[in-house]
Every structure is written in C-alpha cells, then in structure tokens.
C-alpha cells in the first residue's frame, strides 16, 4: 500500500458492468466497457442521455447507489489495485484523495446545511491531516483558484445562497483539494458562462502539467471535448461504440451514431431557427435492449444482420475502434 | 442618471406585447454580520424586458449574474423589490395567490436543477399529471394518462420510464420530466432555465425542435436562459446578455453574434470553445469577476474591462442601455454612440 506503479495507465476498466434494479428485475445500464486512461491523459466520455456515462463514473468511484444498483463484473484496476476487491475502508481513504469526482448535480454533492467552505475543508482535514485554520485558509484560496468571486465570503455561504454555476465550482474545488491522481468529472462545466469555462479549463490544464493529473470528462458539450481531450469515448446503451484520438473522431468518426451526433450541433450558418436534424428515435430504456446492434433500431445504415448479430468493438485505424457492422468510410458515405 | 432602453420593437405598435416588465429590481436579504455594510444583495436591478406572443428571447451572461432571479421574478416565483410586471394585458406585480392560480397556468418555469424541482416521491408519471390535476385539465383518469403519455414521448422519454422515481433517472431525463411538466398546462410563456444543459446534442436536438414547434405551432413565447451559446443563436429571435444584475446588450440575434458592441459580449463569443481540436487558444478576460455582494462602483464590468481608452464615469456610475443601431442597445460608456 501507498507505493504507487509509475509504469502502465492509471488506470484499466475491463468489461465492466453495473446492473440498476428496476420493476422489471435487475437491468444492465452498463454493458462491459472497457477503456484505459494513462498518466496525464484527458479522456472525453460521451454519448446519448442515458446511456450509462454517470453509472459508469459511480462504479469507478464505488458509489453506485446501495441496494439499487451494483457491479456485475469487470475489473477496475487503479494505480494498480484492484478496486473492486478493495475494503470500503480502502477505498473511501482513496475517494476524495487520490481519485475525485465532480458530480453531474452540485446540489447533491453538498450538505445543504454546511456552509460550503466547511464542505471543502473537511475534505482537507479528513486526507490531509491539516489544521482547522490551515485548512480554511487553503479551502479559500481554492475558491478563488476556481473563480468564485469574494471567495472570504463565499466560503461562509450555505449552497442554496449559491448562484447555479457557483455551487458548481465549489464542487470543483471540492474535487481537485487533494490534487487527485485521477478525476472524474461529470459535466464539470455546462452550469458556466463561457468565460468563466475557459478559466476552469485552464485551472485543469495547469493542474495536470504540475501534478500529471489524468481526467475522465463526461460531458456533452463538444467544443469542450475539442479543446480539452486527448482521446474520447462514445458510448450508446450501456456500450463504447467508437474510441479515437480526438482529432480522427471530429474528422473521420466511423459509427453511425457518432456521426449522427456530430450532425445534431446547431452550427452557425447552418440555416438559423431551421430544425436541426435528429436521429429519429429514443435510447432504448436499460429493460429492453436490442440483442443485436444496440443502435439498429435508429440506424441508416441498418441490415438484417445488425438486428441478430451484436457487432463488436473492432479496429479500424490507429487507436480508433467502431462497435458496427457496416461503418461510416467517408463523410459522405 | 441611467439612458432608459425603448421597448423592443419586434412587434408592430397596435399589437399589446404579451409580457412587459420595467424596471424590475430583486434584491435578497443577506445574513447580518456576514458583511460590514449588509443587508441586501441586487441580483437584479432595473431590468427591462419585452416579450411578444411567439417570440423567443436569449438571456445570456455569467454564472451569478441573476438570469435565474430575473426569469423567476417575472413568473412571480420570486419577489420583486421593485418594478412593475404586465402579462396579457394585466398588471401581475403584486397580485396575491388567489387571482394569480389562473395566470399562474398560462406562465411556467423550466427549472435549472431538475434534481432540486422534482418531488422525491412522485413518479414520472405522476410528476407530468401533477398539474393536470392542480388546474383541472383532464376530464377522466384515463384521459390524464394518455395526456401523460403524450408529453413523455414529446420530450423524447419512454413510456417504460413512467413508474420511475427521479433518483432512478439519468441526468437528461430528469430534465426532460421538468420540460414535460412545465409543457402539460399548455402555456403561452414560458421561462426555459437551461433547459437542455444536461442532454447530448442528439437529444438536444429533439428537444430544441420541439420547442420550435410550439412556438411556431402555437405561438408559445419563451425567455431562454443558456449558457450555450450556439444553441442560444440557433433558437432566439431576440438576446439580451445580462451582467452582474444589469442588461450590458440587446439585439436581434444575427447583430448580436456578428457585431456585439459591448466588451463582455465580444469576450464571451471569443471564449467559445471551437470545435476544431487544437484550435489556438483566444485570449481571456483577466482582472477580477466582481461579487454581487460587493458591486464595483461605477460600470459593473469595469475590473475586468479591456478597453485601454475609457472615460473617468467607467469608474463612478453604471452605463445605461443606449440605443447602437436597429434593435441594438448597449451599455458601454466607451461606446462611440454613447451620448457624452
Ligand atoms: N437507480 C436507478 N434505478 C433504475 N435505473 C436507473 C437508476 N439510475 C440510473 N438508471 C438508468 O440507467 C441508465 C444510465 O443512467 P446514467 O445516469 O448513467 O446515464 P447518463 O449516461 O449519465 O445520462 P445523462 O447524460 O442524461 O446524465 C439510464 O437509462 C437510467 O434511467
Ligand atoms: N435565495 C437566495 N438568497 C440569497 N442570495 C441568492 C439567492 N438566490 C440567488 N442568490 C444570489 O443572487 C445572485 C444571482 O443568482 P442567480 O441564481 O439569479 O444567478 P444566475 O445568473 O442564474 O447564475 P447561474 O448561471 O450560475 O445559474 C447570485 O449572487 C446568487 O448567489
Ligand atoms: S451495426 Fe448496423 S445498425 Fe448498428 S450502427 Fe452499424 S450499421 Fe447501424
Ligand atoms: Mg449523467
Ligand atoms: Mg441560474
């Protein structure tokens, strides 16, 4: 314990799933991904509402909800421990510390009745043994590291006095206390103004070339994706169906659902207040996923064998991997 | 002291508009003894706000700045310190909760935090029903439950999900239920408070088009709040970007995104992220984001404004709106059309 593997990613999923209980019995919202993030590494996650990004990010963490969900097999390998044979004692002195996570939905993340610089300070205490008042006087420099204006005051607030986007940083501030060797963040930025994105971005960038942090960032904002990520995941009903550098995926991406989304950002020019265009259909719910290709349902480039045979996740190029039967060649194919 | 904003014209004169509000000011009490000089903080002050039927209005600008206090206080969900609020002809400013149920109806807010604005306890179904029942808008139980059914699969919700609770819910789908409920009462204005920040652009994409239907189907008009700002220029006829409680521009979508006048507007079209991986970095904002707690003396964009050239009132009174062009108003003192 406490020596850490320098050689190797950071960390492995493989074949990872997790299991909600629903009316119907228990349903897989996350069906063996299996992915890797280096030391340093950025690695963008995204995909169709519902399609298992936040459950994904719970099971990394262990902190998929008790008694309705839980891991239903798969290994998770950080920092060279195996997480999920990992005492709850174990793995709560590494959450917060060593891996951190901002939460799609800051209000739930926060004590409502603690005001919110204690939040952070506990968190400094609790891992790193500081004093009372070192702790606050850190836990105030975070508020401004993270852009919260007047953070001697702010520390003081409760989170319902907290702007929207506010409570969001104070999250972020939360996660990156202990200068995590991993972070997961779950839509870190979409409750913030532009601006104020742009310095968060900055704040993660510095943060990884001073302490090599890696990042798993879900988020559905692509110019996010674009700037920030080194390689991205696209997952679609509990699936990875196409990973790539972040370059080959804006410019080649090869799943039909990949390019599908890549369509539906409203884009200057592209004809304003006409609709945008869709991809006709809903996510199938986690109770009644297709046996074959998860996405046939909606796909353009649907054939008798998508519907029977699942299709796997097979190489295509350099570091690019598509889960389909018939990929995308070109833009216009 | 502050150049009074005409009314948007983007109505003809006969027609009434559907919703105005002048000057609307909210301030919330803060704790005493958190601040030397505390008492109240102005997240919203003296803020004009046109709306015609069919209409859609952006309103954009930074975290805290008020766009959620602003779009409360026009539903009256929060209350006014001072201003006056006309709907459909009628002065709502401080009708109390009886007279205000039936209005109440025609007037419905998208919440930011889907999580926070759900019951717990009711189920998706019963959640989009709730208010049905509250304004009696379904003859039978059965006809409830096919209007239920209806508006889970126009905001793109299976049917399978309506005996979920919110907390067995992906993050988007919350949203959605909110967009389901706020839409179940048939409307004609509706405060949309990031309403898609948690759906993937696919989704997104349903959701907006949906929303352009109503508005072009059945004229419904709608303030939308966003942080995004591609999806603000894609929807909105109009936008106003707020700053720290003031609005600092307003115009027609195109002007707005091609010629912003303000110093805040050009910044935060210049710190949209693009979508070319590895595009160059723009230059950002620096100086310190101001405190509603704390307001700056003077323009409350001042201590983070790159303009190098500006006058001494920069610093001792804030700018009011000023008209720029057609349809375009801005608060900028360093502003060549500003009148000196
Ligand atoms: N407690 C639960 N019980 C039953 N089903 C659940 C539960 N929590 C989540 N789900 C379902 O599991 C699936 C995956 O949810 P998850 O929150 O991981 O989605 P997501 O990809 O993060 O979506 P979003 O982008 O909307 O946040 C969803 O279809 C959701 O309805
Ligand atoms: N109930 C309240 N009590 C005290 N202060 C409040 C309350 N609600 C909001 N505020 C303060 O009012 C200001 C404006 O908040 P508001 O939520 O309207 O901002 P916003 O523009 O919607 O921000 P965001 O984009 O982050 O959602 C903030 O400084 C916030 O802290
Ligand atoms: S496998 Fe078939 S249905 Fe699935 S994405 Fe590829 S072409 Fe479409
Ligand atoms: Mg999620
Ligand atoms: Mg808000």
Known sequence: MGDHETSGPLLEVEDLSCEFLT?????????????????????????????????????????????????????????????????????????????????????????????AGEQVAEVLRRHRDMSRKAAWEKTVSLFEDVGIPAPAQRVRDYPHQLSGGMRQRVVIAMAIACEPALLIADEPTTALDVTIQAQILELLRSLQLRTGLSILLITHDLGVVAQLCDRVLVMYAGQIVETAPVGALFEAPRHPYTVGLLRSMPRPGSGDRTRLPEIPGNVPPITARPTGCHFADRCDRTKARCQDHPPLLDALGPDHHARCHFPVTSPQD | MSTKPQNAKTQNAETPPLLKAESITVEYPVGAGLFGHGGSLRAVVDVDLTLAAGECHGLVGESGCGKSSLGRALLRLTDVTAGRIEFEGRDITHLSTRPLRPIRRRMQMIFQDPQASLNPRFTVAQAVAEPLIIHRLAPNRAARSRRVLELLKDVGLDEDLAGRFPHELSGGQRQRVGVARALAVDPSFIVADEPVSALDVSVQAQLLNLLEDLRSNRNLAFLFISHDLRVVRHLCDRVSVMYLGRIVERADTATLFEAPQHPYTQALLRALPSLEPGAPATDRLTGEVPSPLDPPRGCPFHPRCPVTERPETCFDTPPGLTTCGKNHQVACYAHPQYPS
């Not at chain 1, 005492?87 to 926060?110: I, W, Y």
């Open chain 1, 23 to 115: 009316e119907a019995g228990p349903a897989r919202a996350v069906d063996e991904v299996s992915f890797t993030v280096a030391r340093g590494e950025t690695v963008g996650l995204v995909g169709e509402s519902g399609c298992g990004k936040s459950a994904t990010a719970l099971a990394l963490m262990g902190l998929l909800p008790h008694r309705a969900g839980r891991v239903a097999g798969g290994a998770i390998r950080f920092d060279g421990e195996e997480m999920l044979r990992l005492s709850e004692k174990r793995r709560r002195d590494l959450r917060g510390n060593r891996l951190a996570m901002v939460f799609q939905e800051p209000m739930t993340a926060l004590n409502p009745v603690m005001v």
